[in-house]
């Protein structure tokens, strides 16, 4: 079965190392996408893609950056963590077209302390 | 800038109970209201609306649209306990290529 998967599934880091977490789907979907959830601010869009080489910035990237370089993975870098970081980040990916039901990945939550 | 308002922000409800979930928003270009529900772990899909006054149905969850009022309405009957969960609405916009935007969702408790 076709499925997205993420890793870690949970992550302690220090406050200014990079981290790099992965995201995994075999739906063979375009378009892939990173968020970050937090009380009381639901999902924020960080990044996303819509096809190999193509990375935007969603609305909360700053100090987030991604890189597609086939069509089923998707990582996402925290240049130098900070602990306003510290969330839950999901991936999630969609069939291009008009079609917007996006597939979510089972989370990452990450510490940053 | 899109935006998506649920409400309430939590909802206690008994076994047996009937909700109604609300979901309002404000978006530039309507492609299409979808709903999400989240329990421990990732968001699972439920529903997805593009037109008005058509409902969806899935067992004992429905939703609907109206895109003239600018809301959508996810009911649940005869609640469970499996039924407690967080249930997200989000909306996307034909300017927006496949991005969507989220509420912050409605957290719903079944007590037994």
């Known amino acids: 079965d076709a499925e997205i998967t993420q890793s870690p599934r949970h992550k302690i880091t220090e406050t200014g190392r990079q981290v790099t977490l992965a995201c995994h789907q075999t739906w063979n979907h375009n378009n892939m996408f990173w968020y970050r959830q937090d009380l009381g601010h639901g999902l924020r869009l960080i990044h996303y893609?819509?096809?190999?080489?193509?990375?935007n910035k969603g609305e909360v990237s700053d100090g987030y950056s991604v890189s597609r370089s086939n069509t089923e993975d998707l990582p996402l870098t925290l240049e130098s963590a900070a602990s306003s970081q510290t969330s839950v980040y999901f991936c999630?990916?969609?069939?291009?077209?008009?079609?917007?039901?996006?597939?979510f990945g089972p989370g990452t939550r990450l510490t940053v302390t | 800038e899109d935006k998506v308002v649920q409400s309430p922000l939590s909802l206690v409800v008994h076994e047996g109970d009937t909700v109604t979930l609300n979901c309002s928003y404000e978006v530039t270009n309507f492609r299409s209201l979808l709903w999400y529900k989240q329990e421990k772990k990732a968001p699972t899909f439920l529903f997805m609306l593009?037109?008005?006054?058509i409902e969806k149905k899935s067992g004992r969850l429905s939703s609907i649209l109206d895109k003239k009022e600018l809301f959508s309405i996810l009911n649940i009957t005869a609640t469970q306990t499996g039924d407690s969960a967080i249930y997200l609405c989000?909306?996307?916009?034909?300017?927006?290529?496949?991005?969507?935007?989220f509420g912050g969702g409605t957290r719903l408790m079944v007590k037994p």
């Open positions: 989000a909306v996307g916009n034909n300017n927006a290529g496949n991005m969507l935007t």
């Open positions: 893609s819509y096809g190999v080489q193509d990375t």
């Open positions: 999630a990916s969609s069939e291009a077209g008009t079609k917007n039901e996006q597939y």
């Open positions: 593009t037109s008005s006054g």
